[in-house]
């Protein structure tokens, strides 16, 4: 079946310096899944934090961005400086036939 | 905007016991579902429903029954917990089927323990 690998937490990066946590997939149903970036603040309900649908396009949302990479079958999330309320889980998840897979979280610390 | 309100945030249950769990939004939303996470993992769908007294069955449904008597609210029943079974059960909706075309909204989730 269809599956998402992210890079297993946590991960702990300093106020300002730069973000890349990994998420690779595997979709056996469809050839190009819509793919999402979902986030937890915590306290806070899961949300949509960005979502790509076209294969080689780029998302971006609250200084985030993930670029659609169907040759490698990659959506990395990237961010030049972090902040210190960037800290949460961000779970990577993919379409699959009106389902969503989800990745198993990456939970990020920032360090101030 | 709206809310989506799980209850009750912490469940504790026995070997055998039959425990429910309740959400209700305040979306307009047609769709609502229900996850599993278990620690260190993603989420797993057990049920959804696309209208009132609708439901479908997710990879997750066994062990597990579901009601939608009104559109704003979604009820889930273990039938029968899992001695030491640990998990979280969160709560979501949507405008409408296809979480491509349809933004999730998730609830803050009941976190289960059975002892």
């Known amino acids: 079946g269809d599956s998402v690998t992210q890079t297993e937490g946590p991960v702990t990066v300093s106020e300002s310096e730069s973000l890349i946590i990994n998420c690779t997939y595997s979709?056996?149903?469809?050839?190009?899944?819509?793919l999402f970036w979902y986030v937890r603040y915590p306290g806070e309900g899961l949300q949509l934090l960005l979502k790509?649908?076209?294969a080689g396009q780029k998302g971006s949302s609250r200084g985030f961005e993930a670029t659609y990479n169907k040759e490698t079958t990659s959506f990395h999330l990237q961010k030049a400086s972090v902040q210190e309320s960037d800290s949460a889980v961000y779970y990577c998840?993919?379409?699959?036939?009106?389902?969503?897979?989800w990745g198993s979280g990456t939970k990020l610390i920032i360090k101030p | 905007g709206g809310i989506i309100t799980q209850t009750p945030k912490f469940l504790i249950g026995q070997e055998g016991q039959k425990l429910t769990l309740k959400c209700q939004q305040n979306?307009?939303?047609?769709?609502m579902y229900w996850y599993r996470q278990d620690s260190g993992k993603g989420l797993r769908l057990i049920y959804y429903?696309?209208?009132?007294?609708?439901?479908q069955k997710g990879d997750l449904s066994e062990g597990y029954d579901a009601s939608r008597e009104k559109k704003s609210s979604f009820s889930l029943t273990v039938t029968s917990a899992q001695k030491n079974e640990m998990a979280v059960f969160l709560c979501?909706?949507?405008?409408?089927?296809?979480?491509?075309?349809?933004?999730?909204?998730f609830g803050a989730g009941t976190r289960l323990s059975v002892l």
């Open positions: 998840a993919l379409d699959s036939n009106y389902q969503l897979i």
């Open positions: 979501a909706s949507s405008i409408d089927r296809g979480p491509s075309q349809n933004t999730l909204y």
């Open positions: 979306f307009n939303h047609d769709t």
């Open positions: 790509v649908i076209t």
């Open positions: 429903s696309i209208t009132e007294n609708d439901l």
């Open positions: 979709a056996t149903s469809i050839a190009y899944p819509n």
